[in-house]
């Protein structure tokens, strides 16, 4: 039995706390937080811990202030931002298809935003905003498209992971494709931004990212009972009195806003959204989504990583997609295995 507890307020409102995933939870914020302070005092200004908050607090010396509040902030922002929207987009596909593997990397979705980025900076030449808005319609088009061919009577698990492989596939030749049509300067600019990477992120990146997380992320939250509950079947839901298409397509639609922002604020940072919540499910035990579980691993995730790229390889700097990319593609194999000895593929 799971140890649980029901927490009253004095409106008479209850709520029940499991304790060890509210456990998991504030310990990856802390971790997150920590992370960062340590990436903000990493660079070829190194800056103390103690200092990076002193800074942050805003006693820092001018220099100091200049070097954490405007170039170093902002990426780490950009980072959590990024980490925590990867992260919640993929537990709300891996809740919706039922499927460890259903995660935008896999579905596609992370792909159809970089098209939408590739045809702007290849056939536009358009500016780094153009870029972004580029991705997010790219994004939307491709969720719309894996959404109306999975759908019949409904969109189901395996179902809704196989037209997601094949839109993936589709969309990857078109994605080289017209790299194979830019001229060399563009086709640069178009390889360092699809390799996913948090250099030279500022402030422009992190309000957008940060408006959209405040509206979907208290959205996502309030549907997560309708979302558990359609883990049960679609008959126990509608005999609960969920609706269940529309709770699928609001959280869907969420899901395909939050991950292509992300790409569009970092690119295609690979693997954060499938692993994510497979972790944080095998750290709090719990059978639910775990939305808040997964989006504080993924905001940790991707400073730990951005730290890695910045620091584990000598004076080599790694694109964080990089990274995310080596160990999600290990862990990606050794969750193919488990399943496989489990049965369920």
């Given at each position: 039995?799971?140890?649980?507890?029901?927490?009253?307020?004095?409106?008479?409102?209850?709520?029940?706390?499991?304790?060890?995933?509210?456990?998991?939870?504030?310990?990856?914020?802390?971790?997150?937080?920590?992370?960062?302070?340590?990436?903000?005092?990493?660079?070829?200004?190194?800056?103390?811990?103690?200092?990076?908050?002193?800074?942050?607090?805003?006693?820092?010396?001018?220099?100091?202030?200049?070097?954490?509040?405007?170039?170093?902030?902002?990426?780490?922002?950009?980072?959590?931002?990024?980490?925590?929207?990867?992260?919640?987009?993929?537990?709300?596909?891996?809740?919706?298809?039922?499927?460890?593997?259903?995660?935008?990397?896999?579905?596609?979705?992370?792909?159809?935003?970089?098209?939408?980025?590739?045809?702007?900076?290849?056939?536009?030449?358009?500016?780094?905003?153009?870029?972004?808005?580029?991705?997010?319609?790219?994004?939307?088009?491709?969720?719309?498209?894996?959404?109306?061919l999975a759908w019949k009577q409904g969109v189901h698990g395996y179902r809704l992971v196989l037209?997601?492989?094949?839109?993936?596939?589709?969309?990857?030749?078109?994605?080289?494709?017209?790299?194979?049509?830019?001229?060399?300067?563009?086709?640069?600019?178009?390889?360092?931004?699809?390799?996913?990477?948090?250099?030279?992120?500022?402030?422009?990146?992190?309000?957008?990212?940060?408006?959209?997380?405040?509206?979907?992320?208290?959205?996502?939250?309030?549907?997560?009972?309708?979302?558990?509950?359609?883990?049960?079947?679609?008959?126990?839901?509608?005999?609960?009195?969920?609706?269940?298409?529309?709770?699928?397509?609001?959280?869907?639609?969420?899901?395909?806003?939050?991950?292509?922002?992300?790409?569009?604020?970092?690119?295609?940072?690979?693997?954060?959204?499938?692993?994510?919540?497979?972790?944080?499910?095998?750290?709090?035990?719990?059978?639910?989504?775990?939305?808040?579980?997964?989006?504080?691993?993924?905001?940790?995730?991707?400073?730990?990583?951005?730290?890695?790229?910045?620091?584990?390889?000598?004076?080599?700097?790694?694109?964080?997609?990089?990274?995310?990319?080596?160990?999600?593609?290990?862990?990606?194999?050794?969750?193919?295995?488990?399943?496989?000895?489990?049965?369920?593929?």
């Amino acid at each position: 039995m799971r140890n649980t507890r029901t927490l009253r307020t004095p409106g008479g409102l209850s709520v029940r706390a499991d304790l060890r995933a509210l456990v998991v939870v504030v310990a990856l914020l802390l971790a997150a937080a920590a992370a960062s302070v340590v990436l903000i005092g990493t660079g070829d200004f190194p800056i103390s811990f103690g200092d990076v908050l002193r800074t942050l607090a805003g006693d820092g010396t001018a220099g100091q202030e200049f070097i954490v509040d405007e170039l170093r902030l902002p990426r780490v922002l950009v980072g959590l931002l990024v980490g925590a929207s990867l992260g919640l987009g993929g537990a709300l596909f891996q809740s919706i298809s039922r499927n460890p593997l259903g995660s935008p990397d896999v579905l596609g979705l992370s792909q159809g935003a970089t098209s939408g980025a590739l045809v702007v900076i290849v056939l536009l030449s358009g500016s780094a905003t153009q870029v972004t808005v580029g991705a997010l319609i790219g994004g939307l088009l491709t969720g719309l498209g894996i959404y109306l061919l999975a759908w019949k009577q409904g969109v189901h698990g395996y179902r809704l992971v196989l037209v997601g492989i094949g839109v993936s596939a589709i969309v990857t030749a078109v994605n080289g494709y017209l790299l194979t049509k830019a001229d060399l300067v563009d086709a640069t600019r178009a390889v360092v931004w699809m390799t996913g990477s948090l250099n030279g992120r500022d402030w422009s990146q992190v309000w957008p990212l940060l408006a959209l997380c405040a509206v979907l992320v208290p959205l996502v939250l309030a549907n997560a009972r309708g979302l558990r509950v359609t883990e049960m079947g679609d008959d126990v839901s509608y005999a609960l009195g969920v609706r269940v298409e529309r709770v699928r397509m609001l959280l869907m639609v969420s899901a395909v806003l939050l991950t292509a922002a992300a790409t569009a604020a970092a690119g295609p940072v690979s693997f954060v959204a499938l692993t994510a919540p497979q972790l944080a499910r095998r750290l709090t035990r719990s059978p639910g989504p775990n939305l808040v579980a997964s989006l504080c691993m993924g905001a940790t995730l991707l400073v730990t990583a951005d730290w890695a790229s910045q620091r584990a390889f000598g004076a080599d700097q790694l694109p964080v997609g990089v990274v995310t990319g080596v160990l999600g593609g290990v862990y990606l194999l050794w969750l193919l295995v488990t399943e496989r000895r489990a049965g369920r593929i």
